[in-house]
């Protein structure tokens, strides 16, 4: 008999049985059906939500403030709010789930010499004799020494234990041909024979949402392996805050997060071994880059004080771990460097942008944004660099937008207006949502034709320029709560009803494109740069790869630079992960980049809030 009250989630039909108390997007989250939860499940979002067709309970407070009375009578409810105190059958309709988010599954090719820290060496070592009775141990020894032409007397290489236990059958089994696996100044495997070329190491971008793995063989030429992952942590919130509250307010709450994440490490890992055909104890190494808060909460460090003024980190060095220590599932004796943090809200993933875009070192004026969760900036000038970090991602990510979503199948991914609304959706299924990029380009066109002012209201049906065609004009529509404008009739929807634009919607892209805007401003200033200084404007991250430029541009999202100077550079912190992983020089610039990063705080700056006011409004056309 099975133990807890049975909760049956619909469509599917699958079945779960949780303790009394539970809520229902935990309860979902246990079978691996994933809600969508902005907020945390503050209850604030209303994303979450739910029809509950046997065992509703009463209606919250909060299930009151975002459902009518109708549908609070047909069941509907918060999951983050319902509690199971009795047998229930949950609907999850597809509005509420959290779907993974496309990302690119190739691999920037990396200029850089391959020249990791760890490495392999072929030996074929002299056979005991009855007058040479070395040890095997000293054998091997002698012969690294040899090699490396490392001065005889003090020996800098040691063995690790187990490669000592190992040792006498390996040497044996191949007459005396063994593979040492070095990592520095230690040997952390030898195999029987020579297996040079099957040396691998891995790099992780963890990121807030999502966590991409990508599988570099270390000594030899081989295709790099990618694969990604929805990063599990988004069932205990969208955004670091709401973690951070999380491995604080709740019991174990700091284990689930770093359980989660290396849960979901582990599954990239099984997924690279498999397409690479070789076996997880071939991965002697992993780089790990992410923002402080996901590298805190990586190796279980209190991320709470990151939180808190004056937003101080715990950890900023760039630090190597055992991997089993952290519970990773490669060669027992691999090692894990997490990539250097800058400050509290800018981390490893904005150091790995900086080494693989290479702005430390080049000459000229260069502005990189990276827009994940949140948004991270750095500009440099001549090699001096500045960073900061701004809250732009969650209205990009879907977060309190009304039809809001990722960049998921169903998703509106593009909006034209020519005569009438023209739209592309990805997976060219019938639309569900909006994601960032047609957010913008919503935005983008009802400003350009004249449905919204450069403030960002919306005009009324009968204020709207002669010039707005006569389709277009009928999408205004007026509701109780203010116009909105329909992007999509519901007949060209999934969800059974219209897909539209609020007021509210637009002033919450005004508040994130403003956030960034401003944070660009102030870090502009810091160095003196006026926008026509800028010889290049670098797009990082996932979604930068959809922005359409000329509609950044034009709701003053990016700085008014000519659009050929903003280029797109893809998943740059996951290929300066990788960067680090296959070459030393690369491993010791992060530090550096790390230590000379000069971070501006912008909470509290009184230019920061007047920029911020300025770039709320919409740029003259
Ligand atoms: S309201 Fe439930 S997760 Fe936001």
Redesign the pocket.
């Known amino acids: 008999m099975k133990k807890g009250i049975k909760v049956t989630f619909q469509p599917e039909g699958r079945v779960t049985y949780v303790l009394p108390g539970t809520t229902l997007?935990e309860a979902a989250g246990e079978i691996g059906i994933v809600?969508?939860?902005?907020?945390?499940?503050?209850?604030?979002?209303?994303?979450?939500r739910v029809v509950i067709s046997r065992g509703a309970p009463d209606p919250t407070d909060?299930d009151r403030s975002?459902f009518t009375a109708d549908e609070l009578d047909r069941g509907t409810r918060?999951?983050?709010?319902t509690r199971v105190q009795q047998e229930m059958v949950v609907n999850v309709p597809s509005q509420s789930r959290f779907f993974e988010q496309k990302v690119a599954k190739t691999a920037t090719h990396v200029e850089v010499e391959l020249e990791p820290v760890v490495r392999t060496q072929f030996f074929q070592l002299e056979e005991p004799t009855l007058e040479d009775q070395r040890a095997d141990s000293d054998r091997l020894l002698t012969a690294i020494k040899r090699e490396s032409g490392e001065p005889s007397g003090g020996c800098p290489v040691k063995l690790h234990l187990s490669v000592v236990r190992k040792l006498p059958s390996a040497v044996r089994e191949k007459n005396f041909a063994v593979t040492a696996v070095r990592a520095d100044g230690e040997v952390i495997d030898v195999v029987a024979g020579d297996t040079t070329g099957r040396c691998y190491g891995v790099a992780f971008d963890i990121g807030t949402t999502t966590v991409v793995g990508m599988l570099d063989c270390l000594d030899a030429e081989r295709p790099t392996r990618v694969a990604a992952r929805t990063n599990p942590q988004v069932r205990y919130g969208d955004d670091v805050v709401s973690r951070i509250e999380h491995a604080q307010n709740r019991e174990n709450g700091l284990l689930n997060l770093q359980e989660s994440i290396v849960g979901c490490l582990n599954d990239i890992v099984g997924e690279l071994c498999e397409k690479a055909g070789i076996n997880r104890h071939n991965v002697f190494e992993a780089v790990v880059g992410g923002n402080t808060t996901m590298t805190h909460l990586f190796l279980r460090i209190d991320p709470s004080y990151i939180a808190r003024a004056p937003y101080v980190a715990s950890l900023r060095n760039g630090m190597t771990c055992d991997a089993a220590d952290l519970g990773l599932d490669i060669h027992p004796n691999a090692k894990v460097f997490t990539l250097p943090n800058i400050a509290g809200f800018v981390g490893g993933d904005t150091v790995a942008v900086i080494l693989a875009t290479g702005l430390l070192k080049s000459d000229g004026i260069r502005l990189a944004v990276d827009i994940g969760t949140n948004g991270e900036v750095v500009l440099a000038k001549d090699g001096r660099l500045v960073a900061c970090s701004t809250a732009a991602g969650p209205a990009f990510e879907g977060a309190r937008i009304t039809f809001g979503m990722r960049a998921a199948d169903g998703a509106i991914e593009k909006v034209v207006i020519t005569d009438d609304v023209e739209l592309a959706v990805i997976g060219n299924v019938p639309a569900r949502g909006l994601c960032g990029s047609s957010l913008i380009d919503a935005v983008g066109e009802l400003l350009r034709v004249g449905v919204i002012d450069m403030t960002g209201r919306m005009r009324e049906p009968e204020n709207l320029p002669e010039s707005v065609p006569p389709l277009v004009r009928a999408r205004v529509a007026r509701a109780d709560n203010g116009l909105r404008f329909i992007l999509a009739n519901p007949d060209e929807t999934q969800i059974g009803g219209p897909i539209y634009l609020t007021q509210r919607d637009i002033r919450e892209l005004q508040l994130a494109k403003g956030a960034l805007a401003a944070g660009v401003a102030t870090l502009m200033k810091e160095m003196g740069v006026r926008p026509s200084d800028l010889q290049e404007v670098l797009l990082a991250g996932a979604f930068g790869n959809f922005i359409r430029r000329s509609q950044a541009k034009r709701i003053g999202l990016l700085p008014g630079v000519p659009t050929e100077r903003i280029k797109f550079v893809g998943n740059a912190a996951g290929t300066g992960a990788r960067m680090a992983l296959v070459s030393r020089a690369c491993r010791e610039e992060v530090e550096k980049i790390s230590l000379v990063t000069r971070y501006v705080e912008l909470a509290g700056r009184p230019d920061f809030h007047e920029a911020f006011a300025e770039a709320m409004l919409f740029p003259e056309p």
């Open positions: 997007i809600l969508s939860s902005p907020c945390g499940g503050k209850g604030t979002c209303g994303k979450c909060l975002h918060l999951a983050c709010q």
